[in-house]
């Protein structure tokens, strides 16, 4: 009886639907009750909600609050109402998909209007435009409604359990001048912007000294050509600096580079990722130099390979001792880059080399996975990236593709365009398919931008000839 009587509601009220944001390859998206349909006002005189208010529907039957949601494809979402009902009578309402009630949701009292509460409930979507509605079974109404949280599943098909790559040859080599005579490039980090392909490098000169350099280019075919900025040429200045890592921080609308200094991890800032110039002068992430439980466990190693992801809430600061662990310090998203504490082992091997350095970690567009990659040193000394995935960037982190034999990327599962130029695929940083600190990785046709160098080199690690290539996955099913 209920359900014959919402459907009739909606015939009366349809077609009041705004325009959505569309979410084919977003994780959550979330509805704000002021962008949706609200029978009723929004509101703003109660704290705590999101966006710039709330939905307070008429104490009445009908009186309704509904999303438009596109799918990729048909399945499941995860749908997550966050409310707010100051009365100390529930406040039910039916869930209605495409007009159809799916469930009702109990909406009970929360103890204050100013007390939001999120109420969740998997519901069936079809490919394409689906309306979501919240329709009260009482002639309360609905209680306050902040947003609608929406997670459209089954529209990714997630990452492979093994990975096979064929590799370019080299493309981005030295380019020394009266002042840089320089012996390598490696340690990419990349991000595709305005049409062009950012990547910044560290470099290593003939006395084995370290500094980054910059370049850009349209496509891969013009990477060899691009001329390199030296980074110390720049109010980056001079001085032991390597291993970058460049994202955009959207909540500062700032480019962020990540390096190492060897006693801390330091950033430079710029509005403007094409102007090497524009960077600011170094400044440090960790107040009082290096925590207290990396030197507690580094041994003889050494502290290097800065990684900063972001979620909602937080931003994590990554690094490794080539002494078996990987740590992990955390700030507020609001606080960045200030304020990285608790600092902890986020994953530790009795031995060194499995566990070794050149970490990334990545958000999965289209899941709730993140993707962890670390540096090994394998047999005969060959470098090569074991994987994990986890739901949250603190992990549980479960093995992906974690052997020599089966790694992430390594020797046995790379073939080459050409002359097999390398045998290690070392430290880089994936193509990502955005800009921010939430480092997000498309699952499908995976390119991973290395440093790999000649086999026969023999050199101490800082005058090995290294040189960057790109790997394509070719095992992509998607
Ligand atoms: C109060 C409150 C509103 C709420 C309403 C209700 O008027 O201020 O925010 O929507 O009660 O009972 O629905
Ligand atoms: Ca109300």
Not at 14 to 43: K, N
Not at 181 to 195: E, M
Request: net charge neutral; aromatic share 12%; with cysteine.
């Amino acid at each position: 009886m209920r359900r014959r009587a919402l459907i009739a509601s909606i015939a009366v009220v349809a077609g009041v639907v705004l325009a959505p944001p569309t979410s084919a390859l977003a994780a959550t998206t979330r509805y704000e009750a002021e962008s949706a349909t609200c029978t009723g006002t929004i509101d703003t005189n109660w704290a705590g909600y999101s966006g710039s208010g709330f939905c307070n529907g008429n104490n009445a039957a009908g009186a309704y609050t509904q999303v438009t949601v596109n799918a990729a494809t048909s399945g499941t979402a995860t749908v997550g109402v966050r409310f707010a009902n100051g009365t100390t009578t529930a406040r039910p309402a039916t869930l209605i998909v495409n007009g159809t009630g799916v469930q009702t949701l109990p909406f009970e009292g929360t103890g204050a209007w100013t007390t939001w509460a999120t109420s969740t409930a998997t519901v069936p979507v079809n490919a394409g435009s689906n309306t979501i509605r919240l329709d009260p079974t009482t002639a309360a109404g609905l209680p306050n409604v902040d947003y609608l949280d929406v997670e459209v599943g089954a529209s990714s098909p997630g990452l492979p359990s093994s990975f096979q790559w064929r590799s370019s040859g080299q493309l981005i080599a030295p380019k020394s001048d009266a002042t840089h005579n320089l012996r390598a490039v490696k340690d990419p980090t990349v991000v595709y912007s305005g049409g062009r392909y950012h990547v910044f490098v560290s470099t290593t000169n003939q006395s084995g000294s370290y500094s980054m350099a910059y370049l850009n280019f349209t496509d891969w075919s013009q990477a060899a050509a691009a001329p390199l900025t030296y980074l110390d040429q720049t109010p980056i200045g001079t001085g032991y600096k390597a291993a970058p890592q460049v994202f955009y921080f959207a909540p500062q609308n700032l480019w962020y580079l990540v390096y190492q200094t060897g006693s801390n991890a330091a950033y430079s800032t710029t509005t403007n990722i094409a102007n090497p110039q524009s960077w600011t002068a170094p400044k440090t992430f960790y107040a009082s130099g290096m925590p207290q439980i990396i030197r507690d466990n580094i041994g003889s190693g050494y502290w290097v390979d800065f990684w900063n992801i972001c979620d909602n809430a937080k931003c994590y600061l990554f690094s490794s001792d080539d002494n078996g662990h990987l740590y992990r310090s955390e700030t507020t998203l609001a606080q960045f880059p200030n304020g990285f504490t608790n600092t902890v082992i986020a994953m530790a091997d009795s031995a060194r080399y499995p566990l070794w350095e050149a970490s990334n970690v990545y958000k999965v567009t289209g899941s709730n996975t993140y993707l962890l990659v670390i540096e090994a040193i394998g047999t005969a000394g060959r470098r090569y990236f074991r994987s994990w995935t986890a739901p949250a960037i603190t992990g549980p982190w479960t093995t992906l593709a974690g052997t020599q034999t089966a790694p992430f990327a390594g020797a046995n599962n790379v073939t080459f365009d050409g002359t097999a130029w390398s045998q290690d695929i070392s430290h880089g940083e994936m193509i990502r398919n955005g800009t921010d600190q939430t480092l997000t990785i498309d699952p499908c046709n995976l390119r991973y931008l290395y440093q790999g160098k000649d086999p026969n080199a023999s050199d101490s690690y800082s005058l090995l000839p290294w040189r960057v290539g790109l790997l394509t996955q070719t095992n992509s099913t998607c």
